[in-house]
């Protein structure tokens, strides 16, 4: 039994001895199986490596290219844009000079057109070629306009006749006629037609002008147009001025008549009245000087008229009484004696007072009536509105007339009435104080 252990024993360990080597060589051939697979990937991965850097070499180097290329390409871009926008700018210059010049050409058919010339038409002629052509034909036509041409022609007279004769063109800006029945400047009388002006001393000059005689100086009259009718320039007359106030100047006119009527009456007052303040006052004081009673002042004084006698004669009638008494009375005869000095006064400074706000009123009237004009016939006659507008100013002007000389003359006249009724009060106490000096 020991034996048989023995023996199994000894078989295991054989056993295990053979599949010990079998394993050893087993493992030994995976193991140069696995270090050639190894080899192999790296050897694969090496030459991906190198493969991959070639292509990374390569792509980089497209890239670079391509970068070039579009670096290039831009710079090719902007240079075009450039180009674009200088071409798209000249362009723009190219059309605002057609615009340009086809405005001169038609500016120039416009105003060749007035004196019968024409551009050439078409679409094959240039608008380069028709100014061209405009400028050279403006050269002659301005030659000719300068020129002093003479030709046969008929005017109108200032009595609305026709007269047939010559007349003296000096370009384009005025003109004289020559016909048996007259001679001088004329004015456009619309249409084309021409009138004989009103100038003093122009007749000479046209006869002159026709003879080729020089001249040192002419009556000219320089027009515009001579299709556009000039009217005969007329001086306004006092008449006019008058009409044009209306009745609302009337009315200031009169009222400023009578404040001036008014005025000279209060100098005739004022003159009689201050006359005599200064006899009377020197009468009663030699009278009291002498000795004399108030009732021989009085009579010495009875004589004289007027405020200052009277209120002189009111005061040596109550000399003898106590001062306050006679001072209440010199203070009444004075303030009844201011009425007739004061005369008419305040009625003048009224008038200067109302005549500006006439004169007012009767601009407001006349404004009304210019813009009713101006919606009935429109704007169109700027002279039309101007002579409404200067009637319409008129009667403010009658009215500062009126009011600066009533205004100025009444205030001078008021305080010379101040001074005469400030005198009489001065005469009056004067006389109280001598009578009672002397008679103390």
């Known amino acids: ?52 850097q070639a292509d990374l070499a390569k792509a980089k180097a497209k890239a670079k ?152 100086s002419i009556d000219v009259f320089v027009y515009e147009n001579i299709d556009k009718e000039i009217e005969y320039t007329k001086e306004k007359t006092l008449d006019d001025i008058l009409e044009g106030g209306g009745v609302i100047g009337y009315v200031i006119l009169a009222l400023g008549a009578l404040g001036l009527v008014l005025l000279v009456i209060r100098v005739f007052i004022l003159m009689a009245t201050g006359s005599n303040v200064n006899k009377i006052t020197n009468t009663v004081e030699n009278s009291l000087k002498n000795g004399k009673s108030s009732d021989e002042a009085l009579q010495d004084i009875n004589s004289f008229g007027g405020a200052p006698a009277r209120v002189a004669k009111a005061t040596l009638r109550n000399v003898g009484k106590d001062r306050e008494h006679i001072e209440d009375i010199v203070a009444e005869n004075i303030l009844n004696e201011s009425n007739k000095i004061d005369k008419f006064g305040s ?9 500006p706000l006439l004169g007012l009123l009767g601009t407001v009237s006349g404004m009304i009536a210019t813009f009713d004009m101006i919606t009935e016939h429109g704007t169109g006659d700027p002279k039309m509105l101007s002579v409404g507008i200067s009637e319409a100013l008129v009667t403010t002007m ?21 001074r005469i009724k400030d005198a009489m009060e001065q005469s009056a106490l004067h006389i109280v104080n001598i009578y009672s000096k002397y008679n103390a």
């Open 347 to 355: 009625f003048v400074m009224v008038i200067a007072a109302v005549a």
């Open 65 to 216: 290219v391509l970068q070039d290329k579009y670096l290039k390409l831009t710079e090719e871009v902007k240079t075009n844009q450039k180009q674009l926008d200088k071409i798209k700018e000249q362009i723009g210059e190219k059309e605002g000079n057609s615009e340009i010049t086809g405005s001169v050409v038609l500016q120039a058919q416009m105003t060749m057109e007035e004196y019968g010339l024409k551009l050439p038409e078409g679409n094959q002629t240039t608008n380069s070629q028709k100014m061209e052509f405009a400028f050279t034909e403006a050269a002659k036509l301005y030659d000719k306009l300068s020129a002093t041409q003479v030709e046969k022609g008929d005017f109108f007279l200032p009595d609305g006749s026709i007269a047939q004769g010559e007349i003296v063109k000096l370009g384009n800006i005025a003109a004289y006629g020559i016909s048996d029945k007259a001679a001088g400047a004329l004015a456009p009388a619309g249409n084309g037609e021409y009138k004989l002006w009103n100038a003093v001393g122009s007749s000479d000059d046209a006869k002159a002008l026709y003879g080729g005689k020089p001249l040192d």
């Open 398 to 418: 009658f009215g500062l007339i009126v009011a600066i000389p009533l205004l100025l003359l009444g205030n001078l006249i008021a305080g010379w009435a101040q």
């Open 1 to 52: 039994m020991k034996k048989f252990y023995t023996a199994l024993v000894a078989l295991l360990l054989t056993t295990t001895a053979i599949h010990a080597d079998e394993l050893s060589d087993a493992y030994n051939k995976e193991y140069t199986f696995l270090k050639a697979q190894k080899a192999e990937l790296q050897s694969r991965m090496a030459k991906e490596k190198a493969q991959q």
